[in-house]
């Protein structure tokens, strides 16, 4: 093996970890934060930045394009699904009364649905 | 084993741990969280950090045998949360919540 190689894999190793590491910290934060939407904040770290380093690192540790596929195929659907659950969670939070009206600097929501009432 | 090999197996035993210390941390916002949607978005991380830790087992194995399960959870990880926001959230209150009637209509000052 030579030593690129060998530097791609620890590399790889490298990314793994520092990708786990990401998710920790958006747990944290979802343990720490006060409310539904900044939990919710919290929550997509993980599921992007942190998934995404993670792919990366195990695509430089398997480097056959069978498997590259796969893993940019995660990637995508990650990033196709996560956004649509964090606004349907943020949606649902907000028309139950979970969302602290005092606390927000602009909610253009609430004008729009009251106009509707 | 030569010297590199070892770093590389180090890193990647400490990505498994870090993940499983994280999935702990989040067993106790599932176990805890106030309201339904909470729930619901610990178990969208949930998805996230099995995909994570599977990735990790697959980059030590340097085996891709799990791909097609990460694969099949990025795509429907988000079923659950987006049914239990759609669905049970709606009837959901959490207990001893200010908020719990909807506040908006109902005498609030505006500017």
Do not use: N
Not at chain 1, 43 to 67: C, E, F, H, N, Y
Not at chain 2, 19 to 47: E, F, H, K, N, Q
């Amino acid at each position: 093996m030579s030593v690129w190689l060998q530097i791609l894999d620890t590399a790889g190793a490298a990314l793994v970890l520092i990708g786990a590491a990401i998710c920790l910290l958006g747990v944290i934060g979802m343990l720490k934060l006060p409310d539904v939407l900044s939990r919710s904040h919290a929550a997509t770290k993980p599921q992007a930045l942190g998934m995404l380093i993670v792919l990366a690192g195990v695509a430089l540790r398997l480097r056959s394009g069978m498997d590259l596929a796969t893993l940019a195929l995660i990637g995508f659907f990650q990033l196709m699904t996560g956004p649509v659950a964090a606004h349907l969670v943020a949606r649902s939070a907000y028309r139950t009364g979970q969302v602290d009206h005092g606390e927000l600097l602009f909610d253009d929501l609430d004008e729009q649905l009251t106009e509707e009432h | 084993m030569s010297a590199p090999e070892t770093v590389d197996r180090v890193l990647l035993v400490a990505a498994v741990v870090v993940t499983v210390i994280a999935g702990a941390a989040l067993l106790t916002r599932i176990w805890r969280g106030p309201s339904m949607l909470d729930r619901a978005i610990a178990l969208d991380v949930c998805a996230a950090l099995i995909i994570a830790g599977l990735g990790a087992k697959s980059a030590f194995a340097r085996d891709p045998f799990y791909f097609p399960i990460m694969l099949v959870l990025a795509f429907l990880g988000f079923t659950g949360s987006v049914g239990i926001a759609r669905f049970i959230a709606v009837r959901d209150r959490p207990p001893g919540h200010p908020h719990g009637e909807r506040t908006r209509h109902g005498g609030e000052e505006k500017p």
